[in-house]
C-alpha cells in the first residue's frame, strides 16, 4: 500500500549499507557489507515505450475543496472506487482532516466525507472488510498535540463505527492489511531522540494483540515501516533506514513471526540516497519495493525497483529515470503480469513535477510509460485495479482544481458514460461513449431505462483471439449495464473504419456473446461515410459484443417449373450456400403448407401458379429467403369438326375447339401426305382411299391431348363413267341402285323432242 514517506521531514544518520544477519537482534546485528552494484540493472527512460502505447486516459477528476487536500490511495468497490487522504478545506486554519470519497465508474463524486477532531489528521491506507472500510492514519491527540497512530471503521456509506489511537508517543500507522478478523498496521514511532518501525496486530474491534518496534544497527538512524504484508501468520514489512550525510537512507525489509518477533531482515542500497515508499507481493512469493535512488541510474536521483524472495534474498533492481530527479511512490501487482509503478518525474525541487505512471514485465523490465500534470506540482501515490481492466492513479495535482486537489485519474480499462436520470415519457436514455468505437448504447423503453441513473461501461477486450466470435472479427468490446438500471437489452451503435474491413460493408454483424455462447444479432448499416461505418443492433445490456465479417447464406431453389395436376413436383435447396460456416436448418411454405428438410415434395389437385418459399438459416443464425414459382398445369380437352369424305383434288375444312387453362396452346394436324398448324385448316388428298387425321394440341408446359378421324376420299366423275350409266336399264352399273338407268333414259328423250319443236 502506497506511503506518504515524503510529507514528513526526519533526520537522517549516517551509516554504510549493511545487511542484518538473519534471526539477529537489531542491537546484536553484525554488519556484512553489500555491494551496491549488485544484481543492480540501470534501466534508462528509453526502455520503456512512450504514451503511444500507454493506456487511454477514460476520465480525470479532482476531489476536495478551495484549500489543500491530497489522497494517499484507494480501494476499488462496488460500482467505483473509494479514496483516502486528508483535507483542510473542510476546517478552520492549517489542520487536516481525514477525508474520504466514494467515486462511482465514471469519476463523479456520490459522497465524500471527513473524520478527525481540532487537529491534524490524516488517512493513508485503507482495507475493505466485510461489512464496510477500515481505514488507518495518524491523528493529534487532544491533549499532548501530538500525532498518534489512529484506526477507524466507517460502513460502506462513510459513517463512522468507530475509531481509535494507538501508542504513548508520537507515531503514526502508514499501512494496512488484515481481513477484518486480523489487522495489521505498519508506520513509525518516535522513541526519545529518533524514531523506530513500528508494527501491531490487532483484533476485528481494533483491541491490541501485540504491539513491537524495530530498529537497526544503524547508529542514531531514523526506521520507518510503509508496507505490511500477513503472510500466514508471519508479517513481512518493508520500509526505509534513514542515516547521516554519509548514507542518507537505504531500503530495508524485515519478517516478523507471531508475536511480533523478528525472524530476520534485510538492508538495500548504496553509499547515497536510497529509500522505498511502498512494496507489492509477488506472484512467485516474493516482494518487489519502489522507491528512489541516487546511488545507481542517470543521475541525481531515478525510480528504483528492487525484486526480493520471501527471505529477503535480492533478486534484481531497475532504475528509471533521467537526469532530473524521478521517483516511485507506488507499486501495483498486475494480475496479468507485471507491475504498474506510479510516482513523479522531472522533479525539480520545489518548483514541481509531473505525475508517472511505468508498466515494466515480470522482470521490471519497462513496456509503457505515460506522465500526465501541467503547471507546478501533479505526482501519483500508487495505482489501484480498475473495474474491467486498467488502472487507476491516484495522488494529488496544483495544476487542475483549486489549490492542491485530490487527483484520479482512470488510465485504460472500459470506455464509461453516466446514465442521467430520464423523464419517465422519454423512450429511452441514450449514452455516449466519446473514446470508444461503440458511439452510443440507447437503454429502450421496455428495459424500465426511464427514470433511471447509473453508470454503462463499455470496455475493448484485449485478446480478441481468445473470444472466438464467428465471422472474421474486426473488434470485440463488454457492455456492462448498472445494477438494477437495464433489465433485458439496449440498442447498440459500433463504428468501423472501412480500411479494417476485409470483406464487403455489408456483411459486417454484431455478435452477442452470452452465457458462453455467440449468436449473430440482426445489423443495420445505419451511416457510412468519411472511411467509417456506423452499425445498429439490438442487444443485451450487460454482454460481449463482436463486431465482425459475417456473409450472410445464400437461399436457392431447383425444382420443375411446371408440374401437371396430381403429379408430385420435387423441391431442392441444394444449391444454398452458407457465407461462413454451415446451413443449419431448411424451411419450406408452399401456401399454408410447410415442410423442413433440405428437400421437400408436394403435390397439387387443382391448376394454377403456386409460389414456394424457402428459408435457409447458417450455424451463425443469419437467413436468407428465395421464391420461385411452380405451374401447376391441366391437361388440354380437343372438340374435333371434320368432313367425312373428300374427293380427291378438293379441300375440306378441318377444326378443333381448345380448352385448356394453364399456358398457351399449339395444334399441329398430321394429315399422313404433310402436317399443318393451326386450329382451322383445309386440306385435300392427292388420291382416292381411307385417310386417317390427327390432331394433337400441346401447351406451353408440355401437356398433350391427340384426337384422331378418318376421311372417306373418292376419286372424281368423268364422261366415261357417264355412258356406262346410260347402258344400264334401271341398274346403276356402278352401285347396282335400281331405277337409275330408267330415269337417265326418260331423260334423254325429253331433251331430244324440245330440240325437234325448235327446229320446227
Known sequence: ??????????????????????????????????????????????????????????????????????????????????????????????????YVAKLDRTGET???????????????????????????????????????????????????????????????????????????VGGWMEDRSTTEAWAMELDADGDPVWSETYETSYAGADEYANSVFATGGDLLVTGSVVGTTADPSDAWAFEVGDGGDRQWGEIYGGGKYDRVHDAAAADDGGYVLAGRTASQGSGGEDGWLVKIDGEGDRQWDRTYGQSMDDAFFGVHADPDGGYVVSGAKHMRGEDGGDGWVVRTDDEGHGQWQTTRGESYWDKFWPVIEGHGGGYLAVGESTSFGDDRDGWVVRLGGPAVAAIEDADANESGTRVAFEDSRVRSVTLSES?????????LAVSEPANLSALSPPGDPVYAVTVTDP???????????????????????????????????????????????????ALSANASADATLAVTVVPAPTAAIDASEAVTVGEPVELSAAGSTAGNGTLAAYEWAVGERTASGPTASVSFDSPGEREVELTVTDENGLEDDATATVVVNDRPEVDLDAPDELTVGSAGDFSVDVADEVGETTVTWQFGDGAVTGESVEHGFGSAGARNVTVVVEDEYGATATEEVTVAVREPETDETTDAVETTTGVDAETAMPGFGVAIALGALLVSALLVRARR
Open 110 to 184: 456520490e459522497w465524500e466525507r471527513t473524520y478527525g477532531g481540532s487537529g491534524t489528521d490524516r488517512l493513508y491506507d485503507v482495507e475493505q472488510v466485510e461489512d464496510g472500510f477500515l481505514l488507518a492514519g495518524m491523528a493529534t491527540d487532544g491533549v499532548t498535540g501530538s500525532w498518534n497512530g489512529w484506526l477507524l471503521k466507517i460502513g460502506p456509506d462513510g459513517v463512522q463505527q468507530w475509531d481509535r489511537t494507538y501508542g504513548d508517543d508520537p507515531g503514526a500507522f502508514w499501512s494496512l492489511d488484515g481481513d477484518g478478523e486480523q489487522v495489521y
Open 483 to 533: 445494477d438494477g438500471a437495464v433489465e433485458d437489452g439496449a440498442t447498440v451503435e459500433p463504428t468501423v473504419e472501412t480500411d479494417e474491413v476485409d470483406g464487403e460493408v455489408s456483411d459486417l454483424r454484431v455478435a452477442e456473446r452470452t452465457d458462453g455462447n455467440w449468436s449473430v444479432l440482426a445489423t443495420e448499416v445505419v451511416a457510412e461515410e468519411n472511411g467509417t461505418v
Open 1 to 98: 500500500m502506497a506511503v506518504l514517506l515524503a510529507l514528513l521531514a526526519v533526520a537522517a544518520p549516517a551509516a554504510t549499507g549493511v545487511a542484518l544477519a538473519d534471526g539477529a537482534d537489531d542491537g546484536d546485528a553484525r554488519p556484512v557489507a553489500v555491494n551496491a552494484s549488485a544484481a543492480m540493472d540501470s534501466v534508462a527512460d528509453g526502455n520503456a515505450t512512450d504514451d503511444e502505447t500507454a493506456p487511454p486516459d477514460r476520465w480525470s477528476t479532482t476531489v476536495g475543496g478551495g484549500d489543500d487536500d491530497k489522497l494517499a490511495t484507494g480501494v476499488r468497490v462496488d460500482g467505483g472506487y473509494l479514496v483516502v487522504g486528508w483535507s483542510n478545506s473542510s476546517t478552520d486554519g492549517d489542520a487536516h482532516d481525514g
Open 447 to 455: 428495459t424500465n431505462a426511464s427514470n433511471a441513473s447509473g453508470v
